[in-house]
């Protein structure tokens, strides 16, 4: 699977893509990160949400606990300085994004199995077992 | 001030033997006889509600998603408007976007007003510039967004001609500053996308009422008739003709040559998108096949031998797809003339001849489309008896198994549906999740685009959909058009004071992210809890395409009243303008807020007492963008799919307090952030759901009202997401705000939040001030 | 018809005592008195010129380079159109470019008609609906574009209205044609926008004809005053007020103001683009400071104090770069509000006062303006007074010190200018490669975007042009509007049989590849061979910014005279219409072809026989492709510069022999492809300039007028490239056309390349057939 | 210096750009072409252009024997199976190429020392002297 063409190649914003981040790396950012954030969304498969529920960063449900533009709204305003993304549908993440990749300096990660190319750092593309690997080394590092 | 020029003109006029014919228009200094007193903004130019604007921009700031990093619109450029740099023009990327956004607006407000200048021409020419404009007994209030924009009580389509004047007028001003240096403040180009919205408005009032009239439609009829829709009631074994798009013209002129020859029951005439719906208006013989997104399967299933297109929303390559499958196709109208030989000065038999050699026309003629369409469609249909267009199941296996699976139909596919795995499951002759991608799929034919094997995707999945899902019989009712005045006095004080929870207003193209289905929920959830709920358009078709338990649709379970439980379809995209009509109707039938020219404090009431909400679930075109924009302009909150995202820009409040004056005490207060957004997304059905009631809460509900809308809240958000809503203690202001029947659990949660009761509510909410 | 109501209103009306304003519009069926009997398409709607427009592409098919791969447009998309895919709606990536094409047209021509549209309103408020259009004894034919597209021979401010509700009418349906799901033949997309364009030329004249009978601007005087151009020509020790835009309004009451006080020789009043030409038209004592491309430059610099502007091609970051200096502005136009407070309503001294609070406002009463701008330059011009805005020279070296020498910024120069080099000098003091970017900058600021040490690139590149380029003091003479029928008289024989080699018309923006110089030169090339040179707005004024050996501008040296070898300035961008005019005036008044409702007829006339060919060597804007557009739809080619490549689409030839008819002998025969293009871009001015007397050839040329051509072909070819045309053999159609002069070479070349002479030269030459 | 950044960062066209082509494969390709051809712009340095004359390619000289978009339609009739293009208008080339990039199957390479993004195949940014050597090796193996 081609690792850093758009998962759906007409998400990109021209410019200005993000840069493709391993594991060991996103690791370390959010250890060194003051206020990191996980906002999961409703489309994350059951098994990977199990394995994050223990991940030790604070979290927000979306749609559930917040409508997703409320959270890109809120996020602009710069109290964390980390934001990870997972389980939100590809296209509306990917347009979202571009709020904050505008008019924020928050760095956002996504770390959902596909490249992401608005956000500033993304996983590539990747097999399902392979990302379930990645999450259980993200949390067996970060874990609760 | 308007008349028929016949009775003022001079004698000296007569000697010279001129034709006369037309309106007298007058500046902008209209007088007429004192229906009403003129208010201060008659016919606004572009900066004269802007203030007002100001007002909503204030509280709902401008929330920018750029799709792009550059800006390419002159050459100039093209340039890199990221990271805070600024274009060649000066221009920065907020700005970009707003200007976007108004160039979409100018757009969609073009296409309507280009439409109703049409119809109005048109009737104008068939019936005379005099004929009245009477909508029956029930209804004076005949053009409510006319009478409040302009100042004109429009008494015949000569009127309108003025108000098109106006329209033109307006966009041509409003195009002009997307210019490259001209606007250069993001706050503007939102102000000017508001005044294009409302523009889109007033022209849809104009085309509906002139077709309402003209046509004889649906005059608010409450009980029009149940109308078939779907594929499945086409009798494929009759000639089909087909007509696709907005303009009912051509469609028109075909049921009355079938009526005139008595061709009715020998030949079948249906219709995609408000073509469709508005073809049911005017007579009820016609057949819906669906909404938009189901043209491309509908031509592949070669159904159509006569594929008439007219305006708006039409597959661009849809004459490609209608040659492919034997069939013929006449193009109506100047806007889509798809590089065809223009034969309209040919006899309908040259014509017929002409097509039956080329196999496609233009014809500008309206009025010969009627017989042309007949004649050729008993002769193709012959011709293409027994031509099958669809592969065979079988067919569908052997091409499924040439899949490669490389997996780019689902990438390209919009919505990601998994059409890898259907083709991989049909590889072993079982079709299930083929069915299900049936039932979702728009038709856009990008998987098709994409697939390196070119296996025809689209035809697959409707071939096995056509097999496999019997029951694609439904019913919608007619689009009825406005809202009658003795409905609006009825229901005028509980929806002012919250007692009914909310009018709910589907509409928009159908760019669903799964299917029709989920329309048809969202008007069942809220048509159980008593909610009005009205549609138009796409929408309208999408809830009349699922049926319940009992094997009926939501038309056959619900009454067309503008009432509490009523489920309304006002028609097409037109007559959306009755939804907003309906709002400014309240402010006046029910609370006396004069109209005339006076559109600030007619928005200002509905902003603040009128608790409706638009939902564009599958909102896609540049209209709808104008639309919303317009209705955004009224006071009127919408809510938009996932999709929506990609019109790179939303009205998003802070969530915090919203600031108000009562004009009561003339006290400036903070008050709750009621509605919350005024344009907004929502990722799922089930978000969108519990967004509802709480954007039809508002500033001025009673606490018996703002009790019940606070039940529904709850309500849905545990039916949906099995939790309290999570800022519920924002909306309840004091404890009589809290419903009985849940109040221990509400007081619960409120405790929990620390939440305080607010010691004042404002008695009469404005922003006015 | 149209006539002054208060004649024909009866007493029945009287006795309502109505206020009666306006004027009688009638649907399509104008009556006038017989000045011409009514041509076959008055009132051409968008299909009616579809057939001319057909034939045009057949010859000269659109040629694409898309800009981008994708389509994001609508929310069903974003689309990936690239490698033969098809979007969500059907569309194909030609049809895609063929459709922003379209909206940029429109784009241009609502910008022509909302000005127009602004400046009928303002005039007929002041002079009355009734106020006659009167060009003076020399110009019968007054408005040779309304004649020929309208049908309309207009009389009064009042018939100028009716035009323009034309005008936004089309431009309303073309624009909702762009809409998703509407036109999807990119054929009749260009179509649709040689519409939009010819549109955009109507509403062109009408506000140019409106301004001239309005404020009395010259009417076709060929001894138009010399104007003062330049920087240089700006007394700095006076206040200052800058006026930048199009709309000449605003100025006109600065200039009035002035007048009656007595102040002209204590303020200093200046324009940069249009607005500046137009009033130096309505006034002699505005100085023009130079086109667009200085804007930021001049504003920099600090001189002006008050800064008005109004619409069109101004800066988006203005109200920024203005405030910067201590500056105050003024914006007096709905299309560029800045986000500003309105303060239309307060009297002139409140406003003054508001603004030495506030800095800026927006004053959308343009009388009051007058006073307000030149009470505030007097107290501005004190507050500021020794305010310095530029760096030193020896802060422009330390300010250069500090380039890290990335390079981007020669990246990001639309250019590719060398502004890394000039830094690199100026670490040194020498500043030789700054004066060199002074010359030839835009202005554009991008560097200034890019550069990681945010250095104030355009100012340290404007200090540096300040302090070493001493002559800053140019000449242009005022803009002259139409051309006289009696000269028309005059060259219409010459030019029609090619006796008169050309008309060279260089028009729009400055977007130029390597400043305005080249502009100039190429008017100098034609001048010295004898072509007539015609020039409006931006490169008018490029013209006069060059001076020759004698240090003169080629405004003294030439003449003004619409004849062989004279320099020919018609205004502003509005006034290119009288280029067109003049071309179609050739048509009428030397060869008698009727005009009313006539364009297929007019337009195929110019095609073959009127040698003209546009040069607009820094389009830019949406309304440069707008007004090129148009003029390719009356048959006149036109060449753009190296940046022109961006708008995507040029018509090109396949430069092989065309096909016409011989209306002489009936015969269909094919010619040499003349003129060979019809919208074609040249990288550099060599280039642009060997194009020249190709694309000026015709078939209509006589042998003796086709020689002269072939002359200045070869001539310039040589010249430039040093060698001779390479496909010279094309254009020589028998012995006959080859000059005298040059005989012995060309028919040694002619040899080489194996030509043949033709058998027959067709006598009356049409593509209609 | 970057080496697939457009050199004017705003010039590609979005979802599909060239790729990279090395002097080696560069001098394959047109080994095995039927029939190459060059297109030499104006604006090309004097010492490369005296070395590219040397290159046994036919050639055409932009603007001087044909209009840049006249070669350009000229190419896409599909005469030409390679087209190589130096010393042309950088922002003019990379429109220009998009023609030819969506509406023919001709090979379009550039040769000049900048990365363009709307050819098939691109040399890389890279400086003056290294392009020099880059031309020099085209011209020893393709000389005449």
Known sequence: MDRTTPYQPTSGTNLNHADIVSPTILIQMIKRSKNPILIVGCKLDKDIEEVLSKLNIKKIYTPKEMNLLDIMKYLAKGEHDLALFIGITYYYLAQALTHLKHFSSVITVTIDPFYHPNACYSFPNMKKDEHIDVIKKLVGALGK | ?769
């Open chain 2, 1 to 769: 001030m308007e008349g028929d020029i016949k009775s003022m003109s001079s004698p000296l006029l007569k000697l010279k033997n001129f034709k006369i014919k037309g309106t007298i228009k007058f500046g902008e200094e209209v007088e007429e006889e004192d229906w009403e007193p003129m208010g201060p903004t008659p016919m606004p130019k572009v900066p004269t509600l802007r203030k007002w604007d100001f007002r909503l921009l204030k509280r709902y700031p401008p929330f920018y998603m750029p799709i792009c990093d550059m800006c390419c619109l002159c050459t100039f450029g093209k340039c890199d408007l990221s990271r805070g740099k600024k274009g060649a023009c000066g221009l920065d990327i907020k700005s970009q976007q707003a200007r976007i956004v108004l160039i979409a607006c100018c757009i969609g407000a073009a296409c309507h007003a280009g439409h109703s200048r049409h119809l109005v021409h048109y009737l104008i020419e068939k019936l005379g510039r005099d004929y009245p404009i009477n909508l029956g007994n029930n209804i004076d209030v005949e053009a409510p967004i006319a009478r409040t924009v302009t100042g004109i009580k429009p008494k015949t389509l000569g009127d309108l001609e003025k108000i098109l004047d106006y329209c033109e007028e307006q966009i041509t001003h409003l195009l002009s500053a997307a210019h490259t240096g001209q606007e250069g403040a993001y706050i503007d180009f939102e102000s000017k996308a508001l005044h294009a919205g409302m523009i889109d408005d007033l022209a849809r009032e104009v085309g509906d009422i002139a077709q309402i009239v003209g046509f004889n439609m649906p005059k608010g009829d409450e009980d029009a008739p149940l109308i078939e829709l779907g594929f499945g009631t086409i009798d494929k074994n009759k000639p089909v003709i087909l007509c696709i798009g907005h303009n009912v013209v051509p469609g028109r002129y075909i049921m009355d040559y079938l009526e005139e020859n008595d061709l009715d029951d020998k030949i079948e005439v249906c219709g995609i998108c408000c073509t469709a719906i508005d073809l049911t208006r005017y007579n009820e013989g016609a057949k819906i096949v669906g909404p938009l997104s189901r043209q491309l399967m509908f031509v592949r299933s070669g159904v159509a031998d006569v594929v008439i297109v007219d305006e708006q929303c039409i597959r661009t390559d849809i004459l490609e797809e209608t040659l492919k499958t034997g069939a013929v196709l006449i193009a109506t109208n100047e806007k889509m003339c798809l590089g065809l030989e223009d034969i309209s000065h040919l006899s309908e038999d040259e014509m017929i001849g002409y097509i039956l050699r080329n196999r496609a026309a233009l014809i500008l003629d309206e009025e010969k489309v009627g017989k042309v369409a007949v004649e050729l469609s008993k002769i193709i249909s012959k011709e293409r008896k027994d031509k099958k267009c669809l592969p065979d199941l079988s067919e569908v296996v052997e091409l499924a198994k040439k899949c490669t699976e490389c997996g780019w139909c689902n990438r390209v596919c919009p919505n990601s549906f998994e059409v890898k795995e259907a083709m991989i499951e049909a590889k072993q002759g079982k079709f299930d999740k083929f069915v299900e991608l049936y039932k979702v799929c728009y038709g856009c034919g990008r998987c098709e685009s994409e697939c390196e094997r070119d296996l025809p995707i689209v035809s697959m999945t409707t071939k096995v959909g056509e097999a496999f899902i019997k029951d694609l019989k439904f019913k919608i009712r007619a689009g009825r058009g406005p809202i009658q005045d003795v409905e609006i006095r009825r229901v005028g004080a509980p929806i002012v004071f919250g007692d009914i929870p909310g009018v709910v207003a589907l509409v928009g193209c159908s760019n669903h992210p799964n299917g029709e289905e989920e329309v048809a929920k969202i008007a069942k959830e809220f048509l159980e809890r008593k909610y009005i709920v009205v549609a138009s358009g796409c929408a309208a078709m999408a809830i009349g395409m699922w049926k319940d338990e009992d094997g009926k649709t939501l038309y056959e379970k619900y009454g067309g009243s503008f009432e509490s439980g009523g489920l309304v379809n006002v028609g097409s995209c037109l007559s959306n303008c009755h939804i907003t009509g309906a709002a400014i109707k309240i402010a006046n039938i029910f609370a006396k807020v004069p109209l005339r020219g006076n559109f600030e404090q007619v928005a200002d009431y509905i902003l603040n007492r009128v608790g409706a909400v638009g939902i564009a679930w599958g909102a896609m075109s540049q209209k709808a963008a104008a639309i919303a924009t317009g209705v955004n302009r009224w006071g009127i909150p919408v809510i938009v799919g996932p999709h929506g995202a990609k019109y790179r820009r939303l009205y998003l409040s802070d969530r915090e307090d919203f600031e108000i004056l009562d004009k009561r005490t003339g006290e400036i207060m903070k008050i709750e952030p009621t509605p919350e957004h005024l344009i907004v997304t929502a990722e799922t059905m089930e978000e969108c759901i519990c967004m509802i009631p709480k954007l039809c809460m508002r500033p001025n509900d009673g606490p018996k009202g703002r009790a019940m809308k606070i039940y529904h809240y709850v309500s849905v958000y545990e039916k949906y997401f099995g939790t309290m809503p999570p800022d519920l203690e924002k909306f309840v202001r004091t404890e009589q705000d809290i419903p009985f029947m849940i109040k221990d659990k509400v007081m619960d949660y409120l405790k929990e939040k620390g939440w305080k009761p607010r010691e004042k509510i404002p008695k009469e909410p404005t922003i006015i001030y």
